[in-house]
């Protein structure tokens, strides 16, 4: 049962509440975090993965993009902003790790939209049909240290099981 008076008070973690969660975190946690950079690259105010309509904003990470190269957290949400997984790259792989759970896409239709049949989420009856579409949103936070990012991964999910008394759906286990 989820308790609204917990910190983040919703019944599900959107983009907003993992990424305070994490700037709390390091303020808490100076002693780790004094020389770390944390940037918010990737959230709510990206398109879908599927939507490539505009070449300067898609919703996908891409090599030139100096993220996908960088260690650290990301997300898959729903469009209403619903985390529904949380990973990790630990090994300056964000893009590999990213691509990995939603392989190469496929059909640029004529508004440029992106699907993505071959995703590592077919099994999932809830949540299947927004991967395929590319109706999911990415979140990343990149981080410098690489040893944290495990660290920062499991703390998002075990705040997610505090407040929703579950780990975000499509993930199995923590870390």
């Not at 300067?56 to 957290?73: A, P, Y």
């Not at 993505?116 to 299947?128: E, I």
Request: glycine share 8%; hydrophobic share 35%.
């Amino acid at each position: 049962m989820v308790d609204d008076n917990k910190p983040y008070g919703k019944k599900y973690m959107n983009f907003e509440q993992a990424y305070k969660a994490i700037q709390d975190f390091a303020l808490c946690n100076n002693n780790l975090f004094s020389n770390v950079k944390v940037e918010f690259s990737f959230g709510a105010n990206r398109p879908p993965i599927g939507d490539w309509s505009n070449d300067e904003n898609m919703g996908m990470l891409i090599f030139g993009d100096e993220i996908g190269r960088k260690s650290g957290v990301y997300f898959y949400a729903t469009l209403d902003g619903e985390i529904i997984y949380i990973g990790k790259a630990g090994q300056d792989n964000l893009h590999q790790r990213v691509w990995a759970h939603l392989q190469t896409p496929q059909s640029l239709t004529p508004d440029r939209k992106r699907i993505f049949p071959n995703h590592r989420f077919v099994t999932n009856k809830l949540y299947a049909e927004a991967f395929t579409s590319g109706d999911i949103r990415l979140g990343v936070v990149t981080i410098s240290n690489k040893s944290l990012v495990s660290l920062l991964e499991v703390y998002l999910q075990t705040l997610h099981i505090h407040q929703t008394g579950e780990l975000p759906a499509l993930n199995r286990q923590i870390g």
